[in-house]
């Protein structure tokens, strides 16, 4: 009985872990790297972080797309999503 239990509070730890994970923000970010180019990406209900360049993004609701320092983005198309640039990006 000790062991059953023991198992189902493991499960539920892991539930917690798995549901957490799926839905914060920082799981949804997708990552741009210095020296990257990416190109035609739609955002819609996730998230871009550009250290390196983004040419011709849409942004759809929900969509995020934050330029880093250094980073670039060119010929991005914005439809109720939201960009952010930092100092230098």
Do not use: W
Not at 22 to 27: D, G, H, K, T, V
């Amino acid at each position: 009985m000790h062991q059953s239990g023991s198992v189902s509070l493991c499960r539920s730890a892991i539930s917690v872990l798995v549901a957490t994970a799926l839905y914060s923000p920082i799981a949804l970010a997708s990552t741009v790297e210095y020296g990257e180019t990416v190109d035609g990406v739609v955002l819609e209900k996730d998230i871009q972080l550009v250290y390196g360049t983004a040419n011709n993004t849409k942004i759809n609701p929900g969509g995020e797309q934050h330029i880093k320092e250094f980073g670039v983005s060119s010929n991005t198309e914005i439809n109720g999503g939201y960009q952010y640039i930092e100092m230098n990006g």
